[in-house]
């Protein structure tokens, strides 16, 4: 899930998720896949840098200034400070270490159609497991997901 924003629009959702306990957003893009899809609402609870662990999705400003909501992998520290390593489930490769100012909320719920998702519930702690210990999940997705947007004279749809 990606979207540009400057600095005004950073910091409006900033004290927004604060003043309110949470953001509800709606997904765009196919790098979460299966999980999130276009268009369902993600809702988000404020984060602090104590309260994120491993399998999170987080909702962040990137070094390219877009929204993004990616799963944490790992966290590194260097020079005495955290660096947060995040990807979405379907892509390969992870995206750039952010930093604990550059997060905005962490995902609390998914709403699907008529289903609300709860990323306490079970089977979302199962797939959080599996998709972070089975790096190998993330290539079937992105093979899966390339598959559907290639074109039949074999360049890619957008």
């Known amino acids: 899930m990606k979207r540009h924003m400057d600095d005004a629009l ?3 959702l900033k004290q927004i998720i604060h003043k309110n306990g949470r ?8 790098s979460m896949f299966p999980f999130i899809r276009n268009g369902n609402l993600c809702s988000f609870r404020p984060v602090g840098e104590s309260r994120v662990s491993v399998g999170d999705i987080l909702l962040f400003r990137s070094a390219s200034s877009r929204l993004v909501a990616h799963r944490l992998h790992s966290v590194v520290y260097r020079d ?3 660096l947060y390593i995040c990807k979405g489930d379907a892509n390969l490769g992870y ?12 995902l609390h719920s998914i709403r699907k159609g008529n289903k609300h998702i709860l990323m306490s519930d079970p089977l979302t702690a199962f797939w959080t497991k599996a998709i ?3 790096p190998a999940l993330s290539s079937g997705l992105n093979r899966y ?3 559907k947007t290639a074109d039949p004279i074999g360049g890619r749809s957008e």
């Open 80 to 82: 005495g400070e955290s």
């Open 132 to 134: 972070v210990a089975l």
């Open 10 to 12: 950073f910091l409006s």
């Open 145 to 147: 997901m390339s598959g």
């Open 23 to 30: 953001i509800e957003l709606p997904a765009q893009g196919s």
């Open 95 to 106: 995206d750039e270490p952010i930093r604990a100012e550059q997060m905005l909320g962490v």
